[in-house]
């Protein structure tokens, strides 16, 4: 219907528009805190600093501040984690101050207020529309950040698009990774022989005895001796592979199809003195061929934390490729992060930032998947709160050395990795996500007793 001066509608209208600039006039936190009160089933848990210099909620609680509308536009074309996700790390959204604490306070109330389960009625997602017409937050999808992973095609784990995937998260460079892990460059969770460390020692240390207790566990689940050939898949930056040929005398064929970790491994190697007992190769697992001169059959296969990067439509061909590799009576070591749930790749920033096309499952799902691929299980060795104190350390390290990071990487990779260790370890602590050790051992066919 169209309007014509003088008519109802257009008066109607009118009113609404004198509505709207009224609304828009007062403090932006107050109209916020409003909206979000039926969705958050109570008060605003949180002091809310918004871009207009207003404020709303407990004067105690921890900040979190609205630099700019974006933040809540991301909202609109993301909601949930991934929106929040862009915000904070563009850094339209903030948190001053300790994140890991104010990611505490919110999840405490979350779990008080029983919001996952919780769907919002639809006169709050109303309120809500009318919030966002009023302060003008429509409008076209912001751009991602660019630090956001962006993948071609639809396809997973083509060979083409596991490099790209690997490039974006293992290829950062070297020196950046340095300053996150330990002197041994191990980044797989450590063992805790004496367990949790303490609060106050050093980051460095507890990470370089976590990752050696480790290596020596898994050297010894595969029984490996001296003149043993190891095959190491997904070998990172060399580090067990440095390991098992230094402590055991192991021979080891370490592969990786990062470019970075390859050309690092193979330095180290040579800094080591173990050209003679280490190769590092730059191969796709799916190209690993045995039963030749080049490749014989392994006296043991490991490969840690490569499994989640696989996908579930290749997991399979991933077990055929460990019980081809290893010698009838050899044993495999796959160490393996899991998950259940809705997100199996870690949430929608970890997807979307981190490692896009992981996947993971449960402990017994991978656990059916190996043996059905004709490998006997020997032991499983649940390992998550190691991983919970291992990110820990992790954290520690980074926040230590943020400041350089943010100089040579900028700041939006800073906002990246503080929320990827902080939100990291809160899964591992909190049961959401774990990790397993599973040893198993390829039959020979013949009688066992």
């Known amino acids: 219907m169209t309007s014509h001066p003088g008519t109802d509608t257009d008066n109607r209208t009118e009113t609404d528009k004198r509505a709207g600039a009224n609304a828009r006039s007062a403090p932006v936190a107050d109209a916020l805190a409003e909206a979000l009160e039926p969705l958050l089933r109570g008060p605003l848990p949180v002091r809310l600093e918004c871009w207009d210099g207003s404020a709303a909620g407990p004067a105690d609680a921890p900040v979190v501040r609205l630099a700019s509308p974006a933040a809540l536009r991301r909202q609109l074309w993301s909601p949930g984690e991934l929106g929040l996700a862009q915000a904070y790390v563009t850094g339209e959204l903030d948190v001053p101050g300790d994140l890991r604490e104010g990611l505490d306070h919110v999840w405490s109330v979350i779990r008080q207020r029983d919001l996952t ?66 002197s041994s460059m191990a980044y797989s969770c450590g063992w805790f022989p004496d367990g949790r460390p303490a609060a106050d020692a050093d980051p460095d240390a507890v990470l370089a005895r976590a990752q050696e207790a480790k290596f020596d566990l898994v050297c010894s689940e595969l029984g490996l001796q001296a003149g043993d050939h190891l095959l190491d898949i997904g070998c990172g930056w060399g580090s067990l592979a440095v390991h098992a040929a230094e402590r055991t005398g192991a021979r080891v064929t370490a592969v990786t199809i990062s470019r970075e970790q390859h050309d690092f491994a193979r330095r180290r190697v040579v800094e080591r003195g173990l050209e003679g007992l280490v190769e590092v190769r730059l191969q796709d697992y799916r190209d690993i061929s045995v039963g030749d001169a080049e490749t014989p059959q392994a006296d043991a296969v490991v490969s840690l934390e490569m499994g ?37 790749g870690g949430g929608p920033f970890i997807e979307s930032f981190i490692a896009a096309d992981m996947s993971m499952r449960s402990p017994g799902h991978t656990l059916d998947l190996l043996t059905r691929g ?76």
């Open 117 to 182: 389960s919780h769907r919002p009625a639809p006169a709050a997602i109303a309120g809500l529309t009318r919030f966002a017409v009023t302060h003008g937050l429509l409008g076209t999808r912001p751009t991602p950040p660019r630090t956001q992973v962006r993948m071609k095609g639809r396809r997973r784990h083509t060979r083409a698009r596991d490099r790209e995937v690997i490039r974006h998260h293992y290829d950062l460079p070297t020196d950046f990774y340095a300053l996150v892990l330990d």
């Open 308 to 344: 989640e990067h696989v996908g579930d439509r290749d997991y399979p061909g991933y077990v055929r490729v460990l019980e081809r590799a290893v010698k009838p009576g050899g044993r495999v070591l796959v160490q393996q992060m899991s998950r259940g749930g809705k997100h199996p």
């Open 374 to 449: 004709g490998l006997e299980v020997r032991s499983v060795r649940g390992m998550r709160e190691h991983y919970a104190w291992t990110a820990e350390q992790w954290r520690r390290r980074f926040a230590a050395n943020r400041a350089e990071v943010v100089e040579r990487w900028g700041e939006e990779l800073g906002r990246v990795w503080d929320l990827y260790l902080t939100g990291g370890t809160r899964s591992f602590a909190e049961g959401r996500m774990g990790v397993e050790q599973f040893v198993l051992q390829r039959t020979d066919g013949t009688p066992a007793c």
